[in-house]
């Protein structure tokens, strides 16, 4: 390394007052120019002895924050192409801006107000950009997904309260974004689980509404309100810490990230590795990097996730999977194929899909649907109005979504992949009942006591009854109204259904065909209502007139 009085004295000949060195002891350093908005980065060093030792996150932490005090909302810098360094500053949401010579020049994005330190920093995604210097560890996780009617993995976990990372379409701004905690989730002020607490759950000794699912070893869903390997995760190392746990249990998890650089990271890898019942859902919309920095913000590139992706399954026993949702028509339908063969070679055994919902009552949302407008190149609000019914959740129709529904399945077959749709539109397309991908194998023992899986019966069998998943709904013996996380909606509801349990709710919704929930209305048709059974439960029946797929024709389940 140079030694960094060789650029003190370059700054004194050069007299300029707007250069800056900032100088780690003798450990590292690093140097540049300040302009009125960017901060010129002319060379980052960190001396041999102390490389790998979290030297380049502190000079990056100082650098970072100054730019935030100037006022500076860039970094731009210039790298050797194809150099180890390209791929680091690749890795910290660096984008190429050009080139000269061999070199790229980039720039990163620096969000954050002057003297905004502190919780009120408004942060955007990327990382180094979390201002808190430490975490209160009181955020509340378990919960039950709202999806628990038709849902194999209803038991959904996360590190965190909120995500450093940006994508315009994330549906947990409505989840978290309203009410009490608005303010603190927009000004990115992130909380963590306790990891003790988390232990006393998972070993047991602390019994809750969770317990019946623990102790028969059901998998977690992973990641559903934020990314457990954002930036928080590199700042905080909660995330790590739970994984080191859950690796000693061999505990069944199925992930779900966009995040890259932990997949690089040998304390993560060495957790990683060897799992055999440790599913990684990689979510990419499209391979269009452009397109993938504008709607998700300071995510890695659609390349990076794939390298993660490639790197995971060379890594890890229990398969990587490639979560292409939410499936945008406009963005993702320009190059799904090229996608799912991409993921393909990078060692992915399975594909989940699921169409993009629009918010129509957020004004928050209808600023980020421009974004996405910009890249579709068509107003994406005035396509859902015209090829959605309802209000409010615009979901796409059936018609709409069909052809790619059909070309993605097609297309996995071809490639030997399991294909799922998470929509209720066209679940009845899925390899097996758990739509996140996990593969009908006994190291993932995931719930069957749900209308998914209903609906492989009814797709396989011609008919099914409630018996058939009633006798996996045990652990759904908990108060409705009191279960964890789940928003049991108006009060009008809550009066309802109060003194049910979850198992008696499905119940419910299982003999009220035209309930929102019901397997009927949920399945758009393809399971219907004819007659009761002993109990007085209604029998479906598979109605193959509402779908491309007929009863076991193509089915994976039994081969046929
Ligand atoms: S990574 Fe997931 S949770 Fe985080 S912003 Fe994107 S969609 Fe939301």
Redesign the pocket.
């Known amino acids: 390394m140079m030694d960094s009085a060789h650029y003190l004295q370059r700054a004194r000949y050069t007299g300029k007052e707007n250069f800056v060195l900032h100088i780690a002891g003798n450990m590292g350093f690093y140097y540049g120019i300040k302009g009125k908005s960017h901060f010129r980065l002319i060379a980052i060093a960190i001396r041999t002895a102390y490389q790998k030792q979290g030297v380049g996150k502190l000079l990056l932490d100082h650098l970072f924050s100054m730019c935030r005090k100037n006022g500076l909302s860039k970094i731009t810098l210039r790298t050797h192409k194809g150099g180890t360094a390209e791929g680091f500053w690749k890795h910290m949401g660096a984008e190429i801006t050009g080139q000269k010579e061999g070199d790229w020049e980039m720039a990163i994005a620096v969000i954050g107000a002057a003297g905004s330190e502190g919780t009120k920093c408004t942060i955007r995604?990327g990382l180094y950009q979390n201002v808190q210097s430490s975490i209160r560890k009181d955020y509340s996780s378990p919960r039950w997904t709202n999806e628990i009617a038709d849902c194999s993995l209803p038991m959904t976990f996360d590190t965190y309260s909120n995500?450093s990372?940006?994508?315009v379409?994330?549906?947990?701004q409505y989840q978290r974004g309203i009410g009490k905690t608005k303010e603190a989730y927009l000004n990115k002020v992130v909380r963590s689980v306790d990891p003790e607490k988390i232990r006393k759950i998972f070993t047991l000794e602390k019994e809750t509404q969770f317990t019946p699912w623990i102790a028969q070893r059901r998998p977690i869903q992973w990641?559903g309100?934020?990314?457990q390997f954002?930036g928080f995760e590199r700042k905080y190392g909660v995330t790590l810490e739970l994984l080191k746990m859950f690796r000693q249990m061999k505990y069944p998890i199925c992930f779900s990230t966009?995040s890259a650089w932990v997949f690089h990271d040998q304390r993560y890898t060495e957790v990683f590795e060897g799992m055999d019942n440790w599913n990684m859902k990689f979510?990419i919309i499209t391979l269009d990097e452009k397109m993938a920095a504008k709607i998700?913000q300071g995510?890695p590139s659609p390349k990076a996730r794939l390298e993660a992706m490639k790197i995971y399954s060379r890594l890890n026993k229990g398969e990587a999977t490639l979560r292409l949702r939410p499936f945008i028509i406009g963005v993702t339908s320009k190059d799904y194929k090229d996608l799912i063969v991409a993921a393909h070679d990078a060692g992915a055994t399975a594909v989940t899909t699921e169409f993009f919902c629009l918010e129509a009552r957020s004004p928050v949302a209808r600023k980020n649907y421009e974004i996405i407008s910009e890249c579709a190149g068509f107003d994406v609000f005035d396509f859902y109005k015209r090829y959605s019914s309802g209000s409010g959740y615009l979901r796409l129709n059936r018609k709409v979504k069909e052809k790619y529904i059909r070309e993605m399945d097609e297309l996995c077959k071809k490639l030997g992949m399991r294909y799922y749709v998470s929509d209720a539109h066209f679940k009845e397309t899925c390899t097996g009942s758990c739509c996140c991908g996990l593969p009908e194998d006994p190291r993932y023992n995931y719930s069957r006591g749900n209308f998914s899986y209903a609906l492989q019966l009814c797709r396989r069998n011609g008919e099914v009854r409630f018996s058939e998943i009633d006798a996996d709904m045990k652990h759904l013996n908990f108060p409705w109204a009191k279960a964890e996380g789940y928003n049991c909606n108006s009060t009008e509801k809550r009066a309802k259904f109060e003194y049910m349990t979850m198992r008696d709710y499905l119940r419910y919704l299982w003999n009220n065909p035209y309930a929102g929930q019901s397997p009927y209305t949920l399945f758009g048709g393809v399971m219907r209502p004819s007659g009761k059974d002993a109990n007085g439960d209604i029998i479906y029946r598979f109605d193959s007139s509402k779908t491309y797929i007929s009863p076991c024709e193509s089915c994976h389940l039994c081969g046929g």
């Open positions: 995604g995500c990372f940006g994508c379409y994330c549906f947990s990641g309100l934020s990314d954002d966009k979510s998700e995510v």
